[in-house]
């Protein structure tokens, strides 16, 4: 399984956890740190998988999120877009997440 291919399972794993997890006034950041935690993660650039490649795979000077997965495959997938953000619409994200990771597979991955 390529690194990417890694990252994709690790954080689709990560977020189906939260979206079944999380309630009304939860913090996903506590969340993402208790599954982390609880699976044996223990340095995770910013406890975001997507991050955490785009970090390994930068090189000097490039503009952070040029090699996020979800960028990949969407140029314009944003973490922090208000219609599925994150912190704030964790089981829409999750469904960003579903959505984005069917179409990286359907054109044969990334």
Same mark, same amino acid.
């Given at each position: ?5 890694t ?14 997890? =999380? ?7 506590? *969340?993402?740190?208790?599954? *982390? ?10 406890? &975001?998988?997507? &991050?955490? =490649? ?5 090189? !000097?000077?490039?503009?952070i999120?040029?090699? &996020?997965?979800?960028? *990949?495959?969407?140029?314009?997938f ?5 219609? =599925?953000?994150?912190? =704030? ?5 999750? !469904? ?8 990286? *597979?359907? !054109?044969?991955?990334?």
């Amino acid at each position: 399984m390529s690194k990417l291919d890694t990252c994709w399972k690790n954080c689709l794993r990560m977020w189906k956890w939260i979206a079944e997890n =999380y309630t009304d006034g939860d913090e996903v950041c506590e *969340l993402k740190d208790q599954w *982390l935690r609880d699976n044996g993660f223990r340095k995770v650039a910013l406890n &975001c998988f997507f &991050c955490h =490649y785009d970090r390994d795979e930068r090189i !000097a000077g490039e503009r952070i999120c040029k090699h &996020c997965p979800g960028v *990949l495959v969407d140029s314009k997938f944003h973490c922090n877009d208000i219609a =599925y953000d994150y912190t =704030y619409s964790p089981n829409e994200f999750y !469904a960003k997440l579903l959505q984005l990771n069917a179409k990286r *597979l359907k !054109a044969g991955g990334q």
